[in-house]
């Protein structure tokens, strides 16, 4: 129940678009080789959906996401030492905010440089090795940050996503086998129109692809901007809006460029993020000139 709740925030209209888009192509599919749409394709298709997902959200499924994203448990000592204790605080804060946070979340980490962090599957929250040189109340922050997504079901959204994409991809890339296999047919047998109707469909469901990619893509990441704010507004709550504007405004490089590639991006711009920080009382303020 929780997850639907999570689903159904006006911040996921977009992912709900891009789900429902999703069914309609399984269902599509599913219906052209059973015989025509129905009830009962649209619930075989929406079957899919649940067993998969049903995969994706197990404990199996959430290793496998943390083997994918480079997520090892933290060997070091010296490491576990200094950054445990703070995870414990910001846990216990977040889960005195909203108890729906699983009390055994656990902390990972990445071998990588950058100051960075994320959530992962339904229990997992990943730093990069370069987020222990960061000052202690940025650290605060940004795994403030993190417990918003999973108490906002956001990793949970994104395993739903990454499997609608796994199955859609496989029926298109079947779907191209079979017009690839046609085609070859009518080439070899000199059947010039069965080796057209091949090269035809193969072109077809390639533009379709495309399309569909691109398309899923801006609609998922309308979904991960809008869930970026509100998980900066739940650190906010914790306390860590200060911390966070400073983090943030210590980001460097320019932004994304033109339409298309501000609506492919799936962070907000940094500005962006520190506003809505202010606007919600944080009274983080950045020293401008020269001394």
């Not at 709550?237 to 210590?250: P, R, V």
Request: proline share 2%; aromatic share 10%; hydrophobic share 45%.
């Amino acid at each position: 129940m929780d997850f639907i709740k999570s689903l159904i925030r006006s911040a996921n209209i977009p992912l709900c678009i891009y789900l429902v888009l999703n069914t309609f192509i399984v269902t599509f599919v599913l219906g052209s080789l059973f015989g025509g749409i129905s009830i009962s394709t649209l619930l075989l298709g929406l079957g899919t959906y649940a067993i998969s997902l049903a995969i994706a959200l197990s404990p199996f499924g959430e290793r496998v996401l943390r083997k994918q994203s480079g997520c090892t448990e933290i060997k070091r000592k010296d490491q576990l030492d200094y950054i445990e204790p703070i995870f414990k605080e910001v846990l216990e804060k977040a889960r005195n905010l909203d108890s729906s946070i699983p009390l055994d979340v656990k902390l990972y980490m990445k071998s990588s440089e950058d100051v960075n962090a994320f959530a992962t599957g339904r229990k997992t929250v990943c730093v990069t090795e370069g987020m222990l040189n960061a000052p202690k109340e940025q650290i605060k922050a940004t795994l403030a940050h993190e417990m918003g997504h999973i108490a906002h079901k956001d990793t949970d959204l994104i395993l739903l996503v990454s499997v609608g994409n796994y199955i859609v991809t496989f029926i298109f890339i079947s779907m191209r086998l079979i017009a690839r296999f046609t085609k070859f047919i009518g080439s070899f047998g000199g059947d010039k129109e069965l080796n057209l109707a091949g090269r035809a469909s193969d072109m077809v469901i390639a533009v379709f692809l495309w399309a569909w990619t691109k398309i899923g893509i801006m609609l998922v990441m309308k979904s991960s901007r809008n869930n970026e704010f509100e998980a900066d507004k739940f650190a906010f709550k914790l306390g860590y809006g200060n911390a966070l504007c400073e983090l943030l405004d210590s980001f460097t490089g320019t932004s994304t460029k033109g339409l298309f590639a501000n609506l492919m991006n799936s962070h907000p711009d940094k500005n962006d993020r520190i506003a809505a920080l202010m606007n919600l009382g944080a009274t983080y303020s950045k020293s401008y000139g020269a001394n």
